[in-house]
Nanobody, 124 residues
C-alpha cells in the first residue's frame, strides 16, 4: 500500500504561482496513475489533474487548463502540480491521489489512496 504526503501549499496573491509536491512511500510511484483533487469549503471534492504511469498522458479540469501542469518523477517517487495565474477561486485543500488501475480516471472513485491534503489560499 502506498502512503502519500502533499507539500508546497500556502498563501499567494492572485496571479501568482505555487508548486505542489506529492511524495510517496511504501510502494514505487511508477505503479500508479496519479491525480490531484481539491476541495473548497462547503463544496464537493473535485478533479484537478491526472497523469498516467509513464507521464505521457495527462488530463485537466477545464477550470485549470492552460494554468496548471501535472508532472511526475518516478525515480524520485514524486508527483507535482505547477499552478500559475492563480485565482481566488483556486483556494482549496489540494489532495494527491493514487490509482492502481491503468485508466486515467478523472473522478474520485477511481482512486484508492489519498494524502492528507495541503491548503492553498489565493488572496485578491
Amino acid at each position: 500500500q502506498v502512503q502519500l504526503v502533499e507539500s508546497g501549499g500556502g498563501l499567494v496573491q492572485a496571479g501568482g504561482s505555487l508548486r505542489l509536491s506529492c511524495s510517496a512511500s511504501g510502494r514505487t510511484l511508477a505503479s500508479y496513475v496519479m491525480g490531484w483533487f481539491r476541495q473548497a469549503p462547503g463544496k464537493e471534492r473535485e478533479f484537478v489533474a491526472a497523469i498516467n504511469r509513464s507521464g505521457g498522458i495527462t488530463r485537466y479540469a477545464d477550470s485549470v487548463k492552460g494554468r496548471f501542469t501535472i508532472s511526475r518523477d518516478n525515480a524520485k517517487n514524486n508527483v507535482y502540480l505547477e499552478m500559475n495565474s492563480l485565482k481566488t477561486e483556486d483556494t482549496a485543500v489540494y489532495y494527491c491521489a493514487a490509482s492502481n488501475i491503468i485508466v486515467v480516471f478523472t473522478t474520485r472513485d477511481g482512486y484508492a489512496y489519498w494524502g492528507q491534503g495541503t491548503q492553498v489560499t489565493v488572496s485578491s
